[in-house]
C-alpha cells in the first residue's frame, strides 16, 4: 500500500519511467531531434521507394532531387545539436551507458558523411540518367547507405555499431554493382561483398567473445569491465578485441585488409567509387574509434602496437602502388585514387595509434585529418566525373591540356592535388599532415613519424606529376565541339573547392578539432 501510494505521487512522466517500486523501466523517452540525421534519410529512403512505383520514367529525376534536399536537410538538422550534449536509448539502471549519443565526435562525423552523401547525390543525379540505372533503387540504396553512416559515429553499444556498420555497407555492395552488363562492375561488388562479409563474421565473433568476457554490450560498461577480467577470460577477452578490429580496419582499407579497393572503385559508377573513398572509409576510422579509445582502452598495449604497424604498412604499399600507375593505363586514374585513399588511411590510422600512448585527446587529429580528406578527395572525384563524360576510359594521359579546355575544372583538379600532397596552396593539406605527424612524435612514435615523411615525400611525385599533367599543351587540338558540364556536376566541383579553399584560409576551422577531447569527460 506504501508503494502504491508513492507510485501515485510521482509526476506522470516518472510513473512511466518506474512502473513499480524497484523495478527498472523498459519503457523510455525518445530524444527525436537527437536522431533527426539519422532517421531523416531514412525516411527519404522509404519514401522515394514507394514513390518509385508511381512515378512515369520520364519524371524518375524528382526522385533524385528529392534525395538531394532530404540529405540537405539531415544535414542542417545537425545546426541544433551543436551543443553535443544529448543522449538517448540509456539504459535505466545505469542512465550513463546509453547506445546513441550526440555528442561532439558524433555530430562532426554526421556532418562528414552527410554532407560527403550530399556532394555523392549531386554527383548521381546526372550519371543515374546517363548509365540508365534505375533510378529508385539506386537512390534508395544511397540514401540507406547514408542513414548507416550516420548511425555509426553516435552507436555506443557493439550490437547498434555492429547494425550501423552493415546498414552503411550492404546497400554500397549494390551500388557498386549497378551498372547493368558491365562486367567490371559485377565482378567488383562480388569482390566487395564475399571480402566485407567475411570481415563482419570474424567481426561479430568477437563481439561475442567480449561480451562473454564482460556481460555488457554498452561501451563504457565494456571498458570498466574489461578493467578486471577474470584470470580464465581473459585470453577469451583479448581474442575478442583483435577479432573485433578485424572488421572495422577492413573498411579502413588498412593492409592487409585493402585487396577491395582498386578493382571496387574502378567497377563502380565515378560518385559511388568517391563515396567509398570518403564515407565508406569515415565509417570504418569511426568504428575504430569507438571500440579502441572507448570500449578497449584496458588493452591498448595490444591494439596501439598493431595499429603503428598497420599504419606503417598501409601508406607505404597505398603510395608505392601509386607511384607505378601508368599514365596510358585504363581506368588508371581511377586506380591512382584508389591507391592514394589506401595511402591516405595509413596517415588516418597514425593518430588512433598514438591514442594507446597518450590518450584519446589524439583521435582529434584524425577528425581534422579526415575532414579535409573528404572535401578534396571528393572533389577530386567529381573532376573526374566530368572528365569521363566525353573521354570514359579514365586514364591520367587524358588528363593531359585539361587547362586548356576545361580551365575552371583543371584549377581545381591541381588544387585538390596539391592539397592531398600537402604542398601550398594547398594548405590544409599541409596543416593537417603537420598535425597527424605532431601526434606520432608526441606519443613517442618517432620511427612512425619518419615512415610517414617518407611516404609523403614519395606521394609528392604522383600528385605533382598529375597536377603537371593538367597544363600541358594537348598532344591533338580537341575534336568536335566540347560539351557543357551538367550543373550538378559543375556544382558539386564548385562546392568542393570552395570549401578546400576556405580551409586552406582558415584551417582553425578543422584544426581546432585536434587541439581537445571531442567526447564528454
Not at 85 to 113: E, K, M, N, W
Not at 231 to 239: I, K, N, P, S, V
Not at 353 to 366: E, F, K, L, N, V
Request: proline residues 6%; aromatic residues 10%.
Amino acid at each position: 500500500m506504501t508503494a502504491m501510494t508513492a507510485m501515485t505521487a510521482l509526476p506522470t512522466t516518472a510513473a512511466a519511467a518506474a512502473p513499480a517500486a524497484g523495478a527498472a523501466s523498459l519503457v523510455q523517452s525518445v530524444d527525436w531531434l537527437a536522431i533527426t540525421p539519422v532517421v531523416l534519410p531514412a525516411a527519404v529512403a522509404l519514401v522515394v521507394l514507394v514513390a518509385d512505383l508511381f512515378v512515369p520514367e520520364r519524371r524518375k529525376p524528382l526522385l533524385g532531387w528529392l534525395s538531394v534536399v532530404g540529405l540537405a536537410a539531415a544535414t542542417a538538422a545537425l545546426i541544433p545539436l551543436r551543443a553535443g550534449d544529448r543522449a538517448t536509448f540509456c539504459l535505466a539502471t545505469d542512465p550513463g551507458a546509453c547506445s546513441y549519443t550526440a555528442d561532439h565526435f558524433a555530430l562532426v562525423i554526421q556532418f562528414l558523411v552527410l554532407a560527403g552523401a550530399l556532394v555523392t547525390a549531386l554527383l548521381s543525379v546526372t550519371a543515374v540518367r546517363d548509365a540508365r540505372m534505375p533510378a529508385g533503387e539506386y537512390w534508395f540504396l544511397l540514401l540507406s547507405s547514408a542513414a548507416g553512416a550516420a548511425l555509426l559515429p553516435a552507436s555506443r553499444d557493439l550490437a547498434t555499431l555492429i547494425v550501423a556498420l552493415e546498414v552503411a555497407s550492404l546497400p554500397a555492395f549494390a551500388l557498386v554493382g549497378m551498372r547493368r552488363g558491365d562486367r567490371l562492375s559485377s565482378e567488383a561488388a562480388l569482390k566487395f561483398f564475399l571480402s566485407s562479409v567475411t570481415a563482419t563474421a570474424v567481426s561479430l565473433m568477437g563481439v561475442s567473445f567480449v561480451y562473454a568476457a564482460t556481460g555488457s554490450l554498452h561501451l563504457t560498461q565494456v571498458a570498466d569491465r574489461l578493467e578486471d577480467v577474470p584470470g580464465q577470460l581473459d585470453t577469451l577477452a583479448m581474442a575478442g578485441v583483435a577479432l573485433t578490429l578485424v572488421g572495422f580496419a577492413f573498411k579502413t582499407a588498412a593492409v592487409p585488409f585493402h585487396f577491395w579497393v582498386p578493382d571496387t572503385y574502378v567497377g563502380a559508377p565515378l560518385p559511388i567509387a568517391g563515396y567509398l573513398s570518403v564515407i565508406g572509409k569515415a565509417v570504418g576510422f569511426t568504428g575504430l574509434i569507438l571500440v579502441t579509445v572507448i570500449a578497449f582502452p584496458a588493452y591498448s598495449e595490444i591494439w596501439g602496437p598493431a595499429l603503428a604497424v598497420l599504419a606503417a604498412l598501409t601508406m607505404t604499399l597505398g603510395n608505392a602502388a601509386a607511384v607505378r600507375q601508368r599514365a596510358d593505363r585504363q581506368n588508371s586514374a581511377v586506380r591512382l585514387l584508389a591507391w592514394s585513399s589506401v595511402g591516405q588511411a595509413g596517415y588516418l590510422l597514425v593518430p588512433i595509434a598514438a591514442a594507446a600512448y597518450s590518450g584519446r585527446d589524439q583521435i582529434g587529429s584524425t577528425v581534422a585529418y579526415a575532414l579535409m580528406y573528404g572535401a578534396v578527395n571528393l572533389g577530386a572525384f567529381a573532376v573526374a566525373a566530368l572528365v569521363a563524360r566525353t573521354k570514359p576510359q579514365n586514364r591520367i594521359s587524358d588528363y593531359r591540356g585539361l587547362y586548356a579546355q576545361r580551365p575552371a575544372a583543371a584549377l581545381a583538379l591541381a588544387f585538390f592535388l596539391l592539397c592531398l600532397a600537402g604542398l601550398p596552396p594547398g594548405l590544409i593539406g599541409l596543416f593537417a599532415k603537420v598535425t597527424v605527424f605532431r601526434s606520432a612524435v608526441d606519443a613517442g612514435l618517432g620511427w612512425l613519424a619518419v615512415v610517414m615523411a617518407v611516404n609523403v615525400v614519395i606521394a609528392l611525385y604522383y600528385y605533382l606529376r598529375w597536377t603537371a599533367l593538367l597544363f600541358r599543351a594537348p598532344e591533338a587540338p580537341a575534336e568536335g565541339v566540347r560539351t557543357k558540364a551538367p550543373w550538378p556536376v559543375s556544382a558539386a566541383i564548385a562546392v568542393t573547392a570552395v570549401v578546400a579553399v576556405v580551409l586552406s584560409v582558415a584551417p582553425q576551422l578543422v584544426l581546432r578539432f585536434a587541439s581537445g577531447s571531442l567526447f564528454p569527460l
